[in-house]
């Protein structure tokens, strides 16, 4: 899913430009905007979390930033 990866690469992006990264991620919530595409948000974020994923939450919402079927906020150490 496009739309996580890109989600994903701004986290990314974001953690680096406040000195923090990935690697220092504890806590993951993913909104979807549908559960059934939890299957392939879960294959990307795998990608980007591979060894010692931080703890995950993960919720339907039905509403969500226009046109975005995937939001995503992290705890992360600095």
Do not use: W
């Amino acid at each position: 899913m496009d739309r996580a990866r890109q989600a994903l690469e701004n986290l990314k992006t974001i953690l680096e430009a406040a000195g923090s990264s990935l690697d220092k991620v504890v806590k993951i919530t993913l909104y979807l905007k549908s559960i059934r595409d939890f299957d392939v948000v879960n294959e990307v974020y795998e990608m980007y979390f591979h060894t010692a994923p931080p703890a995950r939450a993960t919720a339907e919402v039905a509403r969500l930033a226009k046109d975005s079927c995937v939001e995503i906020d992290a705890v992360a150490l600095a």
